[in-house]
């Protein structure tokens, strides 16, 4: 059998999520194909060691292609897959539970492990439990946490190219425009450092202060829930069980209590460092580095050592 991995576009490439999610499945030892939704994206996708074929379909409109029609185009498709796979982004979320439905096979969302042939794990309850599921499904789609895993090379592939014939197109809904976000700095679960603030930071133009020191850092700006619902950081940012999730290589909280459900977005970071006014904030129970303090002071002092040449990422 052999292993599916629905690709996404970003910034006119293969999205950084893809090539983990290809990573993932390779990990399982499957023999891998990428299925592009976008033609654009086939020369990227051909370049990717490991992947033996990539599937594009037959129909140009297919960049702007919504879940009931990838849904569809995976149903027709699925016959020597045993794992068809996507980041757990908006695309991935809505199409391949549709396609489970369809193919009668499993759907896991959210897979943050690759344990054998027919098993994963999946974190649940805002990452509170930790579930190892098996499948003994025929054919089984899955999402994947994408900051989970490595991503792959994107050169030094050489796959083949198989065209597919057109599917019916569900014209109910249509995508009218994608518009990019406005959001300062990096995107988050790509970006190496996180800089995130939370409902200390105590108004917008501190967030967007923050968002300046992320930017010279070069790093992604994050937010607590909090601080997007008072406005001071756009949805986009917004980190934890509702929100992105994120594991970069060191993740900086500022003015952030620690809420469940925002651990649940970044507890995975490789360091943790925190600010908080507040020694019994629930954030220093995952911290690596915890400051006891005024977020200010230490934001002014982060201000001075970047702009006197200070390492960006
Ligand atoms: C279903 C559900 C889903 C949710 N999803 C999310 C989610 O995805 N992401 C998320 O973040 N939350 C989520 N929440 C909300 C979550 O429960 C918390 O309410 C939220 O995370 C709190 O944000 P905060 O830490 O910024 O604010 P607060 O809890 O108010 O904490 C502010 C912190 O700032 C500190 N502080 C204040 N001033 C300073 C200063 N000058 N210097 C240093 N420290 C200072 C305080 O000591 C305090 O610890 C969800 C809640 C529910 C019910």
Do not use: C, W
Not at 100 to 112: E, K, Q, T, Y
Not at 200 to 217: C, P, T
């Amino acid at each position: 059998m052999r292993g599916l991995v629905v690709a996404e576009t970003e910034g006119g490439r293969l999205a950084n999520a893809t090539l983990r999610v290809i990573g993932a499945v390779i990990l399982r030892g499957l023999p891998v194909d990428v299925y592009v939704t976008d033609a654009m994206l086939a020369p990227f996708a051909e370049k990717i060691p490991g992947v033996e074929r990539v599937l594009v379909p037959a129909d140009e409109a297919n960049e702007h292609i919504v879940p009931e029609t990838l849904a569809a185009q995976l149903h027709a498709i699925q016959g020597p897959y045993s794992l068809i796979a996507a980041s757990h982004r908006t695309l991935g979320r809505s199409a391949l539970p549709r396609g489970a439905a369809l193919a009668g096979g499993a759907f896991i969302p959210d897979v943050i492990a690759v344990e054998g042939e027919s098993a994963f794990v999946r974190g649940l309850y805002a990452g509170s439990v930790v579930a190892h599921v098996n499948t003994a499904s025929a054919v089984t789609f899955a999402t994947f946490r994408a900051s989970s895993f490595s991503p792959v090379a994107d050169s030094g592939g050489n796959a083949t190219r198989v065209a597919l014939e057109p599917v019916a197109r569900f014209t109910r809904t249509k995508l009218v425009e994608r518009q990019a976000s406005t959001q300062t700095g990096r995107d988050l679960p790509d970006a190496r450092i996180v800089v995130s603030g939370g409902r200390g930071l105590a108004s917008k133009d501190n967030m967007d202060r923050l968002g300046e020191l992320a930017e010279k850092m070069g790093a992604a700006l994050g937010a607590s829930r909090a601080a997007v619902d008072a406005g001071y950081a756009s949805n986009s940012a917004q980190v934890g069980q509702t929100g992105k999730i994120v594991a970069p290589d060191v993740y900086l909280a500022f003015g952030i209590s620690g809420a469940i459900q925002h651990l649940a977005g970044m507890k995975d970071s490789k360091a943790i460092v925190a600010v908080n006014k507040d020694p019994d904030a629930p954030i220093f129970s995952v911290a690596d580095i915890g400051l006891v303090g005024d977020l200010f002071e230490v934001v002014g002092a982060l201000e001075t050592h970047v702009s006197t040449g200070g390492a960006s990422q």
